[in-house]
């Protein structure tokens, strides 16, 4: 069926960059699955309109929107507060130097703390850091302006280094003092 | 530049978004600036870390299957919609929302070679080209420094490759970035020869010793030019609107790592 054989060529390529994708969206493995499954199938059907482009950026672009409507679908209440919330998390887990033993590596505490980051800003790191998209591809896959990937990139990594714990696990480096 | 000024652009200036004039103007800032220099050096170790560190997920064997049987299970009851829409927006619908509810036919079918519909590489290169070119997506990496660029280049693949400034010659380097060819990520440096852009994009090959001497095959897709040359056990295929002499002159070159300048 030649429909199936463009699906391994356009898509099943990109299923490793996709399943990246929910997997730190949703932050769990199982659930990545069922929006990678989703996304794959939205993909399948509306494989005719890629004429040309990246098929990475275009899958990721469906992945992405397949997570968030899982989200409002499975977690409405997370769905609303997304934006903002998981940061205060992050600063308050990470208050004294006992807790920063618990932690078996700093490689952990990094992803941790990328993983508590908003939702937006995390999937901007991701889509920036892991994959290696520029700003305009960003903006495309996110649907918003690059104005404001360029704001959220920054503001996520402002929220990186001014947790305390990526500071002591830094060691003598000093956040952004402003 | 102040410093108020510089502070907001380090993000994306690290990140090679700032054009060059505003690029250069940050660097001048950061020579006279000990503080902005600190904050600057302060986001590239997090950037560093961010790239060395976080995991990137690969889709368990177990979900690839899965979304095989599902996806060939529904390519059996789905026509791919030929739609003509610029923009992707209406994937947001839940238009499939009842396609995981179809009833799962595990269709045997096999020979899905991903290769069966490979594209012609001199058809993909250039695609890929005009497509960088057109988006304003030429460089990831901007520099001429090769011990930059070669760093930057080596992060984001298994291999590495050798990277040489060839202004000399008349060929500077300008930059590179990653581009996709046949499915898995290439390294493309990117020169310039006067007014034109040179592409190239630099991959394992394993067979190179047995090619190295073999004259590069010359192809024009487009009005563009592709070159390719094999030598430092890796395929070096260039394309350009320079002219095919100099393009097929310059990827040998390359590929032996002596270019000569064309005049």
């Not at chain 1, 040309?52 to 899982?70: H, N, S």
């Amino acid at each position: 069926m030649p429909e199936h054989a463009d699906f391994e060529r356009l898509v099943m390529v990109h299923l490793d960059a996709g399943y990246n994708l929910a997997r730190w969206l949703a932050r769990d493995s199982q659930d990545a699955e069922d929006v990678v499954q989703d996304a794959c199938l939205r993909a399948m059907k509306y494989m005719g309109s890629l004429k040309g482009q990246d098929g990475r950026a275009w899958f990721l672009t469906i992945v992405r929107r397949a997570f968030y409507d899982w989200l409002a679908h499975n977690r409405p209440a997370q769905a609303l507060r997304s934006e903002g919330a998981d940061i205060d998390a992050l600063i308050d887990e990470a208050d004294g130097p006992e807790q920063m033993l618990q932690h078996k590596t700093e490689r952990l505490a990094l992803a941790d703390a990328v993983a508590a980051l908003p939702l937006s800003f995390r999937e901007a790191i991701v889509l920036r850091e892991i994959e290696g998209l520029s700003y305009k591809e960003i903006a495309r896959v996110a649907d918003v302006p690059i104005g404001t990937v360029m704001s959220r990139l920054a503001r996520a990594r402002r929220l990186l280094q001014a947790s305390t714990m990526l500071r002591t696990l830094s060691g003598a480096e000093p956040g952004v003092q402003q | 530049m102040n410093c108020d000024e510089v502070v907001v652009l380090l993000s994306p200036e690290i990140d090679g978004e700032i054009d060059g004039l505003r690029s250069h103007a940050i660097g001048k800032h950061l020579l006279s600036c000990a503080a902005c220099r600190s904050r600057c050096h302060s986001l590239q170790s997090l950037r560093q870390r961010l790239r060395d560190e976080l995991p990137r997920h690969a889709a368990p064997p177990a979900t690839r299957d899965r979304v095989r049987h599902t996806t060939e299970a529904a390519a059996t009851h789905l026509r791919p919609t030929e739609r003509p829409a610029a923009r992707w927006s209406w994937f947001s619908g839940g238009a499939l929302s009842g396609a995981l509810g179809i009833s799962l036919l595990w269709v045997a079918s096999t020979g899905m070679l991903p290769t069966q519909n490979r594209q012609d590489l001199a058809t993909q290169v250039v695609g890929v080209h005009t497509r960088a070119t057109l988006g304003n997506h030429l460089i990831e990496v901007a520099s001429s420094d090769r011990h930059k660029v070669k760093p930057w280049l080596s992060a984001r693949l298994d291999y590495a490759i050798p990277v040489t400034d060839w202004a000399d010659a008349g060929y500077p380097l300008v930059g590179a970035r990653i581009d996709r060819l046949d499915g898995n990520s290439v390294a493309t440096l990117v020169y310039r020869y006067r007014d034109h852009v040179i592409d190239v994009f630099v991959r394992p090959d394993p067979e190179s010793e047995a090619k190295s001497d073999s004259i590069p095959a010359l192809r024009t897709v487009r009005g563009f030019n592709v070159a390719v040359a094999h030598g430092a056990e890796m395929q070096w295929v260039a394309t350009s609107d320079l002219n095919g002499t100099e393009l097929e002159a310059f990827v040998t070159g390359l590929a032996r790592g002596t270019v000569k300048s064309p005049s």
